[in-house]
């Protein structure tokens, strides 16, 4: 898409496009990267769109995705254009129409930052910048048509966005304690465990070894993102996980007991497909 860009703000230091457009590409592929995960994810990101935008001849919008890039590669921050901000965004303006959608997008992209989707999940978490970004870009000159297929790609930036933005924004909830019983959470697709789960492991080693409890069960549970299968051998390993956590503790083996129900238990019921982070869990169980 054409953008008539003058300058973009990364951190917070400006980086002006130079005066012959379309000269950043060449000088962002293959850079040395310097940044965490997200840093690098963005870059693929900036860069794939940077591309994309020589590919039609649009060398101001390459430019601008470039630099982008080049800021990623280096471990700078990089932020999300604002819609209609001249000081950080492209001179074309979006349609009226379309700023409260892409206001409400943009603070749930930070809130979903803020709440550590970087460090989560890196590459949805950069997927969700770069296609807002693309958006914005797309739809600022939504009427000039120096894509025929323009509208297209404005939508499918948009629709790229939101799925990402939706699969960032779920946050995996505290583990948290139950009336006779312990019940700790997982992130999605995991069996590892966080420190806030190996606190409340810790917690349930010391109720066992105050004498009141013969025995103790691990049950692993799964939500429905996943086939039958691969969710009976996650719960397996979410199960397994606690119950090594419990032995190293100094809860004796012979008096654990390790078991799983996949997806077949939820505590919240869900459609097929659906990630729910309070049905990734495993319940510890004591018996007295």
């Not at 997200?38 to 470039?66: V, W």
């Not at 000159?141 to 799925?163: L, M, S, T, V």
């Not at 032995?247 to 004796?252: D, E, I, K």
């Not at 919240?268 to 169980?285: C, S, Y």
């Amino acid at each position: 898409m054409k953008l008539n860009m003058k300058a973009a703000v990364f951190a917070a230091v400006p980086l002006l496009l130079t005066a012959c457009a379309g000269t950043q590409l060449g000088e962002t592929r293959g850079l040395p990267q310097s940044g965490n995960a997200f840093d690098q994810a963005l870059y693929a990101g900036y860069l794939d769109r940077s591309q994309h935008e020589y590919g039609y001849g649009n060398y101001s919008s390459s430019d601008a995705f470039a630099l982008k890039a080049q800021a990623a590669a280096a471990g700078n921050p990089v932020e999300p254009f604002t819609a209609n901000d001249k000081g950080a965004h492209p001179p074309g303006l979006v349609p009226d129409s379309d700023l409260p959608a892409m206001v409400s997008g943009r603070e749930k992209l930070v809130a979903a930052f803020g709440n550590g989707a970087k460090q989560r999940l890196p590459a949805d978490a950069a997927t969700a910048q770069v296609n807002y970004d693309c958006w914005i870009e797309e739809q600022s000159y939504i009427g000039d048509f120096a894509e025929a297929d323009q509208p297209i790609h404005a939508q499918q930036c948009r629709d790229a966005f939101e799925k990402a933005l939706a699969a960032i924004s779920v946050v995996t909830p505290e583990p948290a304690v139950l009336p006779g019983n312990i019940v700790v959470f997982f992130d999605w697709d995991s069996s590892a465990l966080t420190t806030a789960a190996q606190n409340l492991i810790r917690e349930a080693a010391r109720i066992f070894d105050r004498g009141d409890m013969s025995a103790v069960e691990t049950v692993g549970h799964a939500d429905k993102s996943g086939t039958v299968a691969y969710n009976n051998e996650l719960s397996a390993e979410r199960s397994a996980s606690v119950a090594s956590e419990l032995s190293r503790l100094g809860v004796p083996t012979d008096d654990i007991d390790v078991t799983w129900r996949g997806e077949a238990d939820p505590l919240v019921p869900t459609a097929d497909g659906v990630r729910e982070p309070q049905n990734r869990r495993v319940e510890i169980l004591f018996e007295k």
